[in-house]
């Protein structure tokens, strides 16, 4: 069974620290992977989307790698702000034609 | 470039009513799939249509159904609504089928 896992639930971290959420995937025969952010409430923002042939993705203070040996993915979020503070959700194409997504890691940046 | 937009954001219906959900896709977008989100678990896919045709359909059951258009925007229809409907419904639209999605802004379906 095809599935996506974010753990920790839950994580809060003073302003200003960098932070990594994390990622695991059960098939490694992914063909893409999307971060999305999603404010309490609202629809899903696209963060950044890695194709199956690709190790990382930046934009700005976001990097997201892939590695699909390990079934792992790590979004990277530099000098965190107050504003960061939402769900973060990652999601895998695995070949056919929906989005699989994991739970969530709400993210939490005391100022 | 107009991204994509969900009519109503907020709708309150009776069980055992019917409800239709509207998606107008991005510009240059001729795949839609649909989305729903139970509160704080992540979206579980409904259905895709790529070009007007059904392209793929997850675990729901026939009373929820779809129609895409030729301009690309989509309906999603739940016939016989039960409380356990209650959910934010999302619309992607995507260059393809496996390609970038971008979501509305979701509708708030409320069933009482």
């Known amino acids: 069974k095809q599935e996506v896992t974010q753990i920790p639930a839950a994580l809060s971290v003073p302003e200003g620290e960098n932070l990594v959420l994390n990622c695991s995937f059960t098939d490694s025969a992914i063909y893409n992977l999307q971060w999305f952010r999603q404010d309490p409430g609202k629809g899903l923002t696209s963060l950044l989307l890695?194709?199956?042939?690709?190790r990382e993705q930046t934009s700005g203070r976001l990097n997201a790698s892939l590695d699909k040996s390990s079934g792992r993915s790590t979004l990277y979020i530099a000098a965190s702000q107050p504003g960061d503070s939402a769900t973060y959700l990652c999601a895998a194409y695995f070949g056919n034609e929906k989005l699989t997504f994991g739970t969530g890691t709400r993210l939490t940046i005391i100022p | 470039e107009t991204g994509v937009t969900q009519s109503p954001t907020h709708l309150i219906k009776t069980r055992g009513q019917q409800v239709t959900l509207r998606c107008s896709s991005q510009?240059?977008?001729?795949?839609v799939s649909w989305y729903q989100q139970a509160l704080g678990q992540g979206p579980q896919f409904i259905f895709q249509?790529?070009?007007?045709?059904?392209?793929g359909r997850g675990n729901f059951p026939p009373r929820f159904s779809g129609l895409q258009f030729p301009n690309y925007s989509s309906e999603l229809n739940v016939n016989a609504l039960e409380l356990d409907d209650s959910a934010l419904y999302l619309c992607a639209s995507s260059l393809a089928a496996v390609t970038e999605a971008f979501f509305g802004q979701g509708t708030r379906l409320t069933v009482v």
């Open positions: 890695i194709q199956s042939s690709q």
């Open positions: 510009s240059g977008h001729n795949t």
């Open positions: 249509y790529y070009r007007e045709e059904e392209n």
